[in-house]
């Protein structure tokens, strides 16, 4: 189903101001790695925000997924006091890992040992 208009420009404005909660709360660099947000899709209603994380360098990302949802509440808490004049209700968030970048890696291995091959023959 396509994303609404309105849909985007909360998606956004949730991105934006989480990207801003995890700069204060330190989860933007941590364990000797990166967390950035990738993307923010939210749903029909807007009472659901799923949050796409980009792990780089982090040990254990399911652990560190772990750690967040623990800090649901107050990381909620601060997302609602930034969006209340925008939002009615402040949607409920998600995390989820993005591994799009582990498939770009894993991509360009293959195509690495492709062009190896090529060059062998």
């Not at 982090?58 to 939002?87: D, H, W, Y």
Request: no cysteine.
């Amino acid at each position: 189903m396509q994303e609404t208009k309105r849909q985007k420009q909360v998606g956004q404005l949730v991105q934006q101001e989480l990207s801003d909660i995890f700069l204060r709360m330190g989860f933007n660099v941590t364990e000797g790695g990166m967390i950035s947000i990738s993307s923010v899709k939210m749903t029909p209603d807007l009472l659901e925000a799923r949050v796409y994380l980009s792990m780089f360098q982090i040990r254990s990302p399911e652990e560190m997924l772990e750690k967040m949802n623990e800090r649901m509440g107050e990381i909620r808490g601060a997302l609602g006091n930034r969006v209340a004049k925008q939002l009615r209700r402040v949607p409920y968030v998600n995390f989820f890992l993005d591994d799009t970048l582990d498939h770009v890696f894993k991509m360009e291995e293959l195509f690495k040992k492709i062009n190896e091959d090529k060059d062998k023959k």
